[in-house]
């Protein structure tokens, strides 16, 4: 989360953080504090889990967090995500030249998904390409489902985060920016912890509690094999140097061989998916097959 706020601190006037309640040993707080900047405001919260369920949770917190904003512009980024310091300028620019073009309610990012580790990324059929991170500050704006997205809601009732009916996909301009997600780069052991405790927001049941001792200890991720996915060559930004100097887990991912039979496969590893992704990257230029876009694209060069 600081790497996350410190990489888009510079362009904006306020950052609004809602921190949910934690373990007593969480150093959440302490980390976004040593950040040491008065635009940072922390508002505290209750995780209602039982009220908020199927993954709404996240996107509740998130409309707490918006109703806390006094800007024009909102610049929503989650705790996995960072914006290159080279795009800072691109993006500022792109807001002042739509400011006043109400028609205009929200920018879309290009998207950039690591895996495993901080060289390697996914382009393949079913990963999100491009996704809204920048919204008015407009009452009727809501987050949408896991608030992975946005939508217009006009009467909201404040907690039917997943309806569809009646609700309206968002008029978004895009931005040559990329959103770099590093949700997926963590050693194989925190990850596996990571999709426990991040799946049971998805259900109705109370969250699952994690493994201690040696049993965690031999629950790791399978990443799968990784020689078969892009290498990035480009930069990373200036805030995550740290992190990537702390990379030690090389020696627990698999580059080559084949899939472990031991375990499902991930979706990008099954056939259909396999097939569309060849489809998509070799006889169509990249355009995607029967991609979900929750926005409605216009054109302002």
């Known amino acids: 989360m600081k790497e996350s706020i410190m990489s888009i601190l510079p362009i904006v006037d306020e950052f609004i953080v809602v921190l949910g309640d934690s373990d007593p040993d969480d150093t959440t707080r302490a980390e976004i504090e040593s950040i040491g900047s008065d635009k940072i405001r922390i508002i505290d919260s209750v995780w209602d889990t039982g009220k908020f369920h199927s993954g709404t949770i996240y996107a509740q917190q998130t409309h707490l967090a918006k109703s806390h904003c006094s800007g024009d512009w909102l610049f929503y980024i989650q705790a996995d995500e960072v914006v290159h310091e080279d795009y800072l300028p691109v993006i500022k620019k792109r807001c002042e030249e739509l400011a006043g073009d109400k028609d205009v309610e929200g920018l879309l990012f290009k998207y950039r998904h690591f895996w495993g580790d901080y060289w390697h990324y996914h382009d393949s059929h079913g990963w999100y390409r491009h996704e809204i991170r920048i919204i008015r500050n407009d009452p009727e704006i809501i987050p949408w489902r896991d608030a992975q997205s946005f939508r217009k809601i006009p009467d909201f009732d404040g907690k039917s985060y997943n309806r569809k009916a009646g609700t309206f996909k968002l ?49 790791t991720f399978d990443y799968g094999v990784m020689n078969n996915l892009p290498v990035f060559k480009g930069s990373h930004p200036d805030v995550l140097r740290g992190k990537i100097s702390e990379f030690d887990w090389k020696d627990q991912l698999q580059l080559t061989g084949k899939r472990n039979p031991g375990r499902a496969p991930h979706k990008h590893e099954k056939l259909r998916y396999r097939i569309v992704s060849f489809i998509e990257k070799y006889l169509l230029g990249g355009r995607p097959v029967g991609e979900f876009k929750n926005y409605i694209l216009v054109r302002r060069d």
């Open 171 to 219: 008029k978004v301009a895009s931005v040559d920016a990329y959103i770099f997600h590093y949700g997926w780069v963590r050693p194989p052991r925190y990850m596996k912890s990571k999709s426990i405790v991040f799946n049971s927001h998805y259900t109705r049941e109370k969250q699952a509690s994690l493994p201690e001792g040696e049993q965690l200890n031999r629950m």
